[in-house]
């Protein structure tokens, strides 16, 4: 069974920095891609960035790029998101995603961490 745990979340003032981490246990991860997705209140979750589990690979949402950066750790099965230059518009509650990319393609979801910036 695939648990993603998160920790990090906090508050912080606009321009700050913070650092989410999600790791990871109950399988091999070589076929996942991992992600981190968000959702503010009163609004749909939305993605903001994932990373090939095997390869490294990085995307973005447009919203966050330049800003953010996804990164994984292979040893300590790990992924982590360093959030630079932070902004009120970023303050929702971030979840660590594994998407399984064989068949069947199954998501797994951590419980959230609460990111809050003010302005």
């Known amino acids: 069974q695939v648990q993603l745990v998160e920790s990090g979340g906090g508050l912080v003032q606009a321009g700050g920095s913070l650092r989410l981490s999600c790791a990871a246990s109950?399988?091999?991860?070589?076929?996942?891609?991992m992600g981190w997705f968000r959702q503010a209140p009163g609004k749909e979750r939305e993605f903001v960035a994932r990373?090939?589990?095997?390869?490294?690979?990085?995307y973005y949402a447009d919203s966050v790029k330049g800003r953010f950066t996804i990164s994984r750790d292979i040893v300590k099965n790990t992924v982590d998101l360093q959030m630079n230059n932070l902004k009120p518009e970023d303050t929702a509650v971030y979840y660590c995603?594994?998407?399984?990319?064989?068949?069947?393609?199954?998501?797994?979801w951590g419980q959230g961490a609460q990111v809050t910036v003010s302005s």
């Open positions: 109950g399988a091999s991860f070589s076929r996942y891609r």
């Open positions: 990373i090939v589990w095997s390869g490294g690979s990085t």
């Open positions: 995603n594994a998407e399984y990319l064989g068949f069947g393609k199954t998501n797994y």
